[in-house]
T-cell receptor
């Protein structure tokens, strides 16, 4: 089945560091990918929609300059948390549909747990 | 705007008994509904979807869900629960048919199956 790979799985770093998270579609091309954030025991909050070759679409309240998204190829989207602070600590998950046409479900990566000290 | 409600934070069921995880939705137009399961420190796994057609949808691991338009519900069910079904379950809705459109998740229900 379709696989979405996320890297790294865990990140622990100091406050002020910028952290890059990669999301790859391993056996299909993804012109659209989605980035979510999940706090402990809470639901997934959509942060942004990543579009290959164009700017990402951010949800209301999400800082574009804080969470930089780049979708440079059909198989890779990256989320960079710039100058991370402890309040940015969270579980970040990406997803992608196998096709943009039709009614396919999204396939999710295994998530990245980010801890800012 | 579209929204999803999962009224139960936790559902406890004995192994072998039937289980139901509730979900109601609100969307303008036709709803496209999904159930996902999440295990600890993992992403979400797709269980099943309702797009159109039969109201009873069968999915992975013996799960099924019933779409009820009049009650705007999409409850997840399984006739006989397994301990391994214990996990966090999310209902989700999409207001457009296109896979490229965003989906909104419910708050999640933690399912606990006791031996």
């Amino acid at each position: 089945g379709a696989v979405v790979s996320q890297h790294p799985s865990w990140v622990i770093c100091k406050s002020g560091t910028s952290v890059k998270i990669e999301c790859r579609s391993l056996d299909f091309q993804a012109t659209t990918m989605f980035w979510y954030r999940q706090f402990p025991k809470q639901s997934l909050m959509l942060m942004a929609t990543s579009n290959e070759g164009s700017k990402a679409t951010y949800e209301q309240g999400v800082e574009k300059d804080k969470f930089l998204i780049n979708h440079a190829s059909l198989t890779l989207s990256t989320l960079t948390v710039t100058s991370a602070h402890p309040e940015d600590s969270s579980f970040y998950i990406c997803s992608a549909p196998t096709r943009t046409e039709g009614d396919q479900p999204q396939h999710f990566g295994d998530g990245t747990r980010l801890s800012i000290l | 705007a579209q929204s999803v409600a999962q009224p139960e934070d936790q559902v406890n069921v004995a192994e072998g008994n039937p289980l139901t995880v509730k979900c109601t939705y609100s969307v303008s137009g036709n709803p496209y509904l999904f159930w996902y399961v999440q295990y600890p420190n993992r992403g979400l796994q797709f269980l099943l979807k309702y797009i159109t057609g039969d109201n009873l949808v069968k999915g992975s691991y013996g799960f099924e869900a019933e779409f009820n338009k009049s009650q705007t519900s999409f409850h997840l069910k399984k006739p006989s629960a397994l301990v391994s079904d214990s996990a966090l379950y999310f209902c989700a809705v999409r207001g457009l048919r296109s896979s490229a459109s965003k989906i909104i998740f419910g708050s999640g229900t933690r399912l606990s199956i006791r031996p």
